[in-house]
């Protein structure tokens, strides 16, 4: 009996709003960002190393092991086709649902999403209040414009996890999405409450907030989500609303510490480009509406700051 150890792909929906810290809803956030390969450290890509007992000996381990050194070596046309032949080789082994997890992990990375949804949905035929599998069969929903199902997926781990947080943030993103700032405000404050200190629930209500035109009470409840965890989109964020309250040094401090930590989001230098034009600084203001324009944003959107 040799041991062999899995690797099992987790993709954990991305809550965290990414991208345009101006105008950022939930539907951006469940994507994965270009360039994030299973395996790696960056977006919300995860690996777990599980050890186990097996008989590596059988023709499924060895497909496993298999398919695990592709995976290292980052071919996952390779993994994916040996991990099927694992499930081939023993299509009743309870095992079978984390691969099909992995293989629908790995379709998802190659822009297979029907197929991936499709894994998924077999992973939790066997397993069916598998909160990681419903997370990610939800986020691939989302992504396919398939809404109402993404939802009933994030509402059945509501149901099964009181603790979880990730769904109730994305369901209360897509409600403030609705203009049902109630319900959002409720599912913000369901996170708060089973956890005080959780930045999904300081930035849902921050943004919520922002988004009913309350950006003093927004500043005070991303402030919260800055102390936990000082990401560029919350900082940008929060920069924002500093710059509509007219506090000027709180919004530049803000966008030099974001853009310390992200050189490459061009909403940052949007934001700084506002902050210049009210500081009267035009010159500073054309630089970095070109370097907006140069980093990501429409240049319509851009150029509409000259104005």
């Known amino acids: 009996m040799n041991r062999i150890l899995f690797i099992i792909l987790v993709v954990v929906a991305c809550v965290a709003a990414q991208g345009q810290v101006i105008t950022q809803m939930a539907k951006d956030n469940m994507k994965i960002e270009k360039g994030v390969k299973p395996g790696t450290d960056e977006g919300s890509v995860t690996r777990r190393e599980v050890d186990v007992q097996l008989d590596t000996t059988a023709a499924y381990y060895k497909y496993i092991d298999s398919a695990q050194v592709r995976i290292k070596q980052q071919d996952w046309a390779a993994a994916e086709n040996f991990i099927r032949q694992a499930i081939a080789a023993e299509p009743s082994n309870n095992t079978n649902s984390m691969l099909l997890s992995n293989l629908a992990t790995l379709q998802r990375f190659q822009g297979k999403l029907d197929e991936a949804i499709k894994n998924y949905t077999l992973a939790l035929d066997m397993t069916p209040n598998a909160v990681t599998l419903l997370l990610n069969r939800a986020a691939v929903l989302m992504q396919t414009g398939k809404i109402e199902a993404a939802v009933a997926d994030f509402e059945k781990v509501r149901s099964l996890d009181e603790n979880e947080e990730e769904s109730r943030y994305t369901l ?136």
């Not at 209500?205 to 922002?210: E, I, N, P, R, S």
């Not at 061009?266 to 070109?290: C, E, H, P, T, V």
Request: net charge negative; hydrophobic share 40%; charged share 30%.
């Open 172 to 307: 209360g993103m897509m409600a403030m999405d609705q203009g049902d700032y109630a319900k959002a405000e409720a599912l913000f404050d369901e996170i708060k409450k089973h956890n005080s200190k959780s930045v999904l629930a300081w930035e849902g209500l921050g943004m919520l907030y922002k988004e009913q035109g309350d950006y003093a009470k927004a500043t005070v409840h991303l402030s919260e989500a800055v102390k936990i965890d000082p990401t560029p989109t919350l900082l940008g964020n929060r920069a924002d609303c500093y710059l509509v309250l007219k506090q000027l040094a709180n919004a530049s401090e803000d966008i030099q510490n974001a853009l310390q930590l992200d050189p490459d989001d061009g909403f940052l230098y949007l934001l700084r480009a506002k902050l210049n034009k009210m500081r009267f600084n035009y010159s500073d203001m054309n630089r970095d509406i070109k370097l907006a324009i140069e980093h990501g944003v429409d240049k319509e959107i851009a150029n509409a700051l000259k104005n």
